[in-house]
Every structure is written in structure tokens, then in C-alpha cells.
């Protein structure tokens, strides 16, 4: 009998993970103009850096003071979702600023995202704040939506 306390304890806070989870990368985007401050990580172009499931907390910053080796989020217009990518290189042309990023896993990212074609350089605007902190494995219910929702 005890067991079957268990699994429904076990089963309430799973579906309260999940819940929050989604809230806290749905719910808090829409309120923050569309930039999510809570993310999770839902490819593996980032390993071993931040692995697939991992939370990362994302604070708005000034473009100028974003380096070469920076973690920082970014939204693709061609591909219409939020990056996660380090900064390799940073290009200054006509007063405008330009990130070159490239994720850290050398198979799935062999080459930086804008030479690879998969993205423009990315600009200020495009730009959406650097990678602060990271929450391992918690984002695996929000993983796990969005594979159910494509």
C-alpha cells in the first residue's frame, strides 16, 4: 500500500515539474518582451558545456559588453528560435557591432554558425542577453514538450 503512495506523490511532483518548467520558459518570456530569462537546453551543440536538459538563466546586457568566449542567446531569424552559442569572434564595421558564435560541441558544430550558413551574424538586436548560470537536468520536462509539440 505504501508503494502506491509513492507513485502518486512521485506522479503529482512530476507533472508540478513540468508545469513549471513550461511556465518559467513560456510564462516569463511573454512577460519579458519575448526574451526568456529561464531556458532549457534542447539540442546537444552546446556539450560539454551545457548538456541537453540543462536550465540556463539568461540576463540581459549591453551588446559593447559582450567578449570573445561569452555564452549568449540569441534569436535566428532563420530558423525562428532562441540560440545558445559562445561568442568566437566579434566583427566592428561602420560603427555596427556583429557576433560570430559557434557552438562547443566540434561534431554536431564543426564550424561557426554563420559560416555554416545556419545563421546571419548576429546583431544587437538579435542579441537576447548571456548565459549567467546553468541548473543541470532540469529542464528535461520542457525537452520533452517540445519534442512532443514537433
Given at each position: 500500500m505504501d508503494w502506491e503512495k509513492e507513485i502518486k506523490e512521485t506522479l503529482i511532483y512530476l507533472v508540478i515539474g513540468i508545469v513549471l518548467a513550461y511556465s518559467l520558459n513560456i510564462g516569463l518570456g511573454h512577460a519579458l518582451d519575448t526574451k526568456k530569462p529561464v531556458m532549457a537546453v534542447v539540442s546537444t551543440s552546446m556539450e560539454p558545456t551545457f548538456c541537453k536538459g540543462d536550465i540556463v538563466v539568461v540576463k540581459g546586457v549591453n551588446p559593447e559588453d559582450i567578449k570573445v568566449g561569452d555564452i549568449i542567446v540569441y534569436y535566428n531569424p532563420y530558423r525562428h528560435f532562441p540560440v545558445?552559442?559562445?561568442?568566437?569572434?566579434?566583427?566592428?564595421?561602420?560603427?555596427?557591432?556583429?557576433?560570430?558564435?559557434?557552438?562547443?560541441?566540434?561534431?554536431?558544430?564543426?564550424l561557426p554558425d554563420q559560416v555554416l550558413g545556419i545563421a546571419p551574424p548576429v546583431t544587437p538586436e538579435m542579441l537576447w542577453?548571456?548565459?549567467i548560470y546553468v541548473i543541470p537536468k532540469l529542464g528535461w520536462p520542457r525537452v520533452f514538450l517540445s519534442e512532443l509539440v514537433h
Open positions: 545558445v552559442h559562445r561568442v568566437v569572434a566579434i566583427n566592428r564595421e561602420d560603427s555596427k557591432i556583429y557576433f560570430i558564435t559557434k557552438g562547443d560541441n566540434n561534431r554536431t558544430n564543426p542577453g548571456k548565459v
